[in-house]
């Protein structure tokens, strides 16, 4: 038994550092792609792919936390007297944390297994083996691409989940429960800083490195087969869905520390 | 295999076989062990290949050919031994290093590894927009027309993968194989899975590719209808070691009983008393008899 541990732990490990050189040479090779101009069309079309597409899918998540959130929040606020507020609570929660965290699971759902999915075929098919072989880096022609897509584009794809949650959360709180429009405006923009929208975007390209590094990774090493693929796609989305949660709190940590730190020179600033 | 057979085959061996020179060798292998967990799959091989010749590969399935032709582009690195391309030790180079090695080589895959959301022209031209600065798209465009004329796929230019047969698939592959003008071409398995007659395309294909641009090739093959056709050497591959290695003659006349096993595609004793023992297909009871 202890033989097995072992054995499952020195495995683990050496997973481990597999896919952290395999994300340092991603890292690197995107590097490498925004300063060579003839690769641009290769990033393009991956934007195309992963951001252009994904719009829908990604608003209708956020138009649905908002919406959720208002019908969640209104009798408990409603009870105090404080419904007038509730567009604090629906716009803080989804700039800092639903919007970008469903926005990157919903993005890992959608990219993440159609990632894997390509590149996991294109590994047992040989494919991966014949861009080596004509002398290419396949990290450089097949990942960097789509890591740089993910960088860019996930940041953008949240503030499209934050609008629609934020358009979602006002159409039910005024249009539906009543609330008076300016009060819920007004209380919002005293309650949600520039700070708290920004937060919410920068952890977009954390989670879109993550979940783009993630699938890749999985769809270079996944194992022959359909079932192999199918392993792999399920595998990437497990992993992905955790870093993004396991992120989203070291995030929220560091970026708490920074707030505290530098909040009290916010009034030498102003 | 008794000892006067082993005698016969050392005997054979010293007579016809070889390993080539190194002098006159693109490739060679020496003493290259490879290892996937317990499983010794290449034993200690050591090998070089000539320049200018075909040099075949043959053995059972699953005896590590494939192993073997990937290690020659350094696709997989050996556990131990060395690897050298025009004397040039290629094993321990790291992959920046590699890539310009790879561009002397062509590999045809078995499934012809092609780019699936490229069209014919786009895998062709794959390897030179990775390698060239193109500047005049009319010249590609006229040099895809030459490597698809040489494979007798003219016109098939904007087909996609899908809508090619396996035959037109490997012939596209080995169009896109050639089209940086390699010195070296690796064929794994090339006409797996091809009638005959379109497998014969492919090793005329093969003949004419030696014939008009003085390429080095290693083929891997179980096909011996094929091996015989363009070999200028065989070399039997079983359970890691080679065991035979000379011209198609010394082959066909080899005593080693694996050898003539092989190319006379006999089953062998061990096999038989498994089947045997297996009993009668009417005995096997897998269904109930009222299954509907």
Not at chain 2, 52 to 70: A, E, F, N, R, Y
Not at chain 2, 153 to 170: E, I, M, V
Request: glycine share 10%; proline share 3%; hydrophobic share 45%.
């Amino acid at each position: 038994m202890i033989a097995a541990v072992g054995a499952k732990t020195i495995g683990g490990v050496n997973n481990m550092g597999r896919f952290a050189r395999f994300a340092w040479q991603s890292m690197a090779a995107s590097f490498r792609t925004c300063v060579s101009p003839c690769t641009y069309s290769l990033v393009w079309t991956q934007m195309h792919t992963i951001g252009v597409r994904s719009v829908p899918v990604v608003m209708i998540t956020g138009a649905f936390v908002g919406m959720t959130l208002a019908v969640q929040a209104y009798d408990q606020l409603a009870g105090m007297g404080l419904e007038e507020h509730l567009g604090v609570l629906i716009n803080i929660s989804v700039v800092k944390e639903l919007g970008p965290v469903l926005a990157a699971v919903m993005l890992a759902g959608r990219i993440g297994g159609a990632l894997t999915a390509e590149l996991g075929t294109m590994n047992v098919t040989e494919q991966i083996d014949a861009v080596r072989s004509m002398g290419t880096d396949p990290i450089r022609y097949l990942a960097a691409p789509r890591v740089l897509a993910c960088l860019l584009l996930t940041p953008f794809l949240i503030i499209f989940a934050d609008l629609m949650g934020i358009v979602g959360g006002y159409f039910v709180s005024v249009v539906q429960l009543g609330i008076n429009s300016r009060a819920y405006w007004s209380f919002s923009a005293s309650g949600v800083e520039l700070w708290d929208v920004a937060i919410g975007v920068i952890k977009g390209f954390f989670f879109g490195v993550a979940l783009a590094a993630i699938s890749c990774y999985k769809g270079f090493t996944c194992k022959e087969g359909a079932r192999g693929v199918g392993q792999a796609c399920t595998e990437a989305f497990v992993a992905s869905f955790i870093s993004i949660l396991a992120l989203d709190f070291a995030l929220a940590v560091i970026f708490k520390s920074i707030y505290n730190t530098f909040w009290p020179m916010k009034s030498l600033v102003g | 295999m008794d000892e006067r057979t082993e005698r016969k085959v050392k005997q054979h061996n010293e007579k016809d076989g070889g390993q080539g020179s190194r002098n006159d060798s693109v490739i060679v292998l020496q003493s290259v062990t490879k290892r996937f967990g317990a499983n010794v799959v290449l034993d200690n091989i050591s090998l070089a290949i000539e320049k200018g010749k075909t040099t075949v590969v043959i053995g059972p399935s699953g005896c590590g050919k494939t192993v073997l032709i990937k290690h020659l582009i350094i696709l997989l690195r050996p556990n131990s031994g060395e690897i050298y391309y025009k004397n040039r030790r290629i094993d321990n180079l790291g992959e920046s290093e590699l890539n310009k090695v790879r561009t002397h080589y062509g590999f045809l895959f078995q499934g012809g590894a092609l780019f699936d959301s490229l069209n014919v022209t786009e895998n062709i031209i794959f390897p030179i927009r990775q390698h060239c600065e193109i500047t005049d798209w009319a010249q590609v465009e006229d040099l895809v027309k030459t490597k698809l004329a040489m494979v007798g796929l003219d016109g098939f230019q904007n087909y996609y993968p899908a809508n090619l047969s396996g035959g037109q698939r490997k012939r596209v592959a080995l169009a896109r194989a050639i089209a940086l003008n390699p010195e070296v071409i690796l064929y794994d398995e090339p006409t797996t899975g091809l009638d005959p007659i379109h497998a014969d395309v492919i090793n005329e294909l093969i003949l004419k590719l030696k014939r008009e641009l003085g390429v080095t090739s290693v083929v891997v093959t179980h096909d011996m209808t094929s091996a015989y056709k363009v070999a200028d050497r065989i070399i039997m591959l079983h359970n890691g070691k080679i065991i035979a290695d000379g011209d198609a003659d010394h082959i066909r006349n080899h005593p080693h009983p694996t050898v003539q096993q092989f190319i006379h595609g006999q089953v062998g004793e061990d096999d038989l008393a498994v089947l045997r023992m297996s009993g009668t297909v009417s005995q096997a009871q897998f269904l109930p008899r009222d299954f509907q």
